[in-house]
């Protein structure tokens, strides 16, 4: 039998590219061929994002691009994830090459609903929830990385914060068995892992049925427990993100404070300095709520990175809101910030509201806010200058071919100028040079 060759073009975030290594591990079991590269692939699999209007874009100008390239050879688009989720039916429309959607859940069910639409079904649709006996384990052989694994440990989120389409695009939140992480993180590390991202919308939500796997460890919340139960299997490094700030207990910078292998930085979105604005956001907290917490991180034992989201131009932002954003800014001094402008998603309840902060006024606060940034960020890589920092080492860098690049423990990228092979080893750098966005270093025992 001619073997079917199959690829999957990833958008979006670390969830999105943990479900592509997950369809592509129950593809290749079922005995399609998982190939790189979309021109020779009989079907092409996109995983698409909804987060903002841009992201959601992306797949129709790619299915545009594509039907111009294969205009020759027939092939089958599929098209999963969020945009799959909530768009549905109406996907079919966009071209006559797009045979399937496979919703956010559907990812175990991808080659029985492949076979279909191999078979000569039209028009295959799948938007119905995990089956209970579904496997969360992926094969080593189809992760993004060889040194770097993203485990999910919750699906879903329960927040519906006011201008966020994920609850709707991702279901409600399913926490996976303890055990069942502790032992993938096991054979990863086994496998030569060194560094390990447990992720998930929302990991402080983490609440597993049964608990089992977690008896044994203590902790004030399922989740500062899991990161001890972790931390125990001793793999080099473990990151975890995203925290949702209300539910950031301060167990979990104890957690951090007693084991050196839980990484030594923290993602906690703020999404606005007003309190008006995160009224409005539905995130229950407000800016003082939030400083406490990071007062809590800045006075753990180690020097923690911050870093976080802010979205510019919600419904109704005035001078005023957005004044109030900059400030907390330059009182939280993160170590790198995304921002975001605001986009409308439909089905939101923000989406009742009128967008009202031109476009003109969104770009002129990003901007602001990215000059504002670079200055914190400039000043707090410059303090690294001098320090010694672990570095694993994951290749080499793209913008200067000899430089082998990496990121330190609390996330920084950081190159150093050797030409020697040191992919996929850990070594103490001290840093020599310090840019806005990374920085640079030798190799300790090459320290004058
Ligand atoms: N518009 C702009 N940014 C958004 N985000 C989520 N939804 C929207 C939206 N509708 C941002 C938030 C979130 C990050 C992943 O994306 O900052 O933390
Ligand atoms: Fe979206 Fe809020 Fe859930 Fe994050 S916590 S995924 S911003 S609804």
Redesign the pocket.
């Known amino acids: 039998m001619k073997k079917t060759n199959v690829y999957i073009e990833t958008f979006g ?1 670390q969830m999105n590219v943990a479900d592509t290594e997950r369809a592509a591990t129950r593809l290749r079991s079922a005995g399609y061929m998982v190939v790189n590269c979309a021109d020779i692939a009989d079907i092409v699999l996109f995983n698409t994002c909804s ?3 841009r992201a959601e874009q992306k797949v129709f100008t790619r299915v545009g691009e594509l039907n111009k390239i294969r205009r020759s050879k027939s092939f089958i688009v599929g098209i999963m994830g969020c945009v799959a989720q909530l768009e549905g039916e109406s996907l079919f429309n966009i071209s006559k090459s797009v045979g399937l959607v496979a919703g956010t859940q559907a990812t175990d069910r991808l080659p029985q609903l492949l076979e279909r639409v191999l078979t000569g079904e039209n028009n295959v649709i799948d938007l119905a929830e995990r089956q209970s006996g579904e496997e969360w384990n992926v094969s080593t052989a189809e992760r993004h990385s060889p040194y770097v694994a993203f485990v999910p440990i919750i699906e879903g989120c329960n927040k519906f ?1 006011t ?4 609850p709707y695009s991702r279901g409600r939140e399913r926490s996976r068995p303890a055990s069942d992480i502790v032992k993938e993180v096991i054979k990863l590390k086994a496998a030569g892992y060194h560094e390990i991202h447990l992720i998930g919308q929302n990991v402080n939500s983490y609440r597993p049925k049964t608990g089992e796997g977690l008896e044994l460890f203590s902790g004030a919340t399922f989740f500062s427990k899991l990161l001890r139960a972790v931390a125990a299997t001793g793999v080099a490094r473990i990151k975890f993100t ?1 925290s949702f700030p209300r539910d950031f207990h301060s167990d979990i910078v104890t957690a951090m404070d007693e084991h050196e292998n839980l990484c030594n930085w923290i993602h906690l ?1 703020v ?1 606005s300095g007003s309190d008006r604005i995160l009224r409005l956001m539905k995130r229950g907290y407000n800016s003082s709520n939030y400083m406490r917490r990071v007062e809590e991180i800045r006075s753990g034992r180690r020097r923690y990175a911050l870093t976080s ?3 510019v131009g ?1 419904p109704g932002e005035t001078a005023e809101d957005f004044n109030s954003t900059l400030k907390l800014i330059e009182r939280c001094q993160y170590d790198s910030l ?1 921002i ?6 439909r089905g ?1 309840p ?1 989406a009742n509201l009128t967008d009202d902060v031109s476009i003109v006024e969104k770009s002129e606060r990003f901007i602001m806010i990215e000059k504002l940034q670079k200055k914190i960020q400039a000043q707090i890589n410059n303090s690294y200058v001098g320090e010694t920092v672990s570095v694993l080492f994951e290749g080499k860098s793209a913008k200067s071919g000899n430089d082998m690049t990496g990121h330190t423990t609390c996330n920084k990228v950081i190159n150093i100028k050797d030409t020697s092979n040191l992919e996929g080893t850990i070594n103490n750098v001290v840093v020599t040079d310090a840019k806005v966005n990374s920085l640079y270093g030798v190799l300790v025992e090459n320290c004058p």
Do not use: G, H
């Not at 201008?163 to 994920?166: D, M, N, S």
């Not at 975001?340 to 998603?345: A, D, I, L, N, Q």
């Open positions: 975030c987060v903002r209007a914060c201008y966020c389409i994920v995203t979105p999404q989201d802010i979205i919600f995304y975001f402008k605001y986009s409308v998603r939101t923000a």
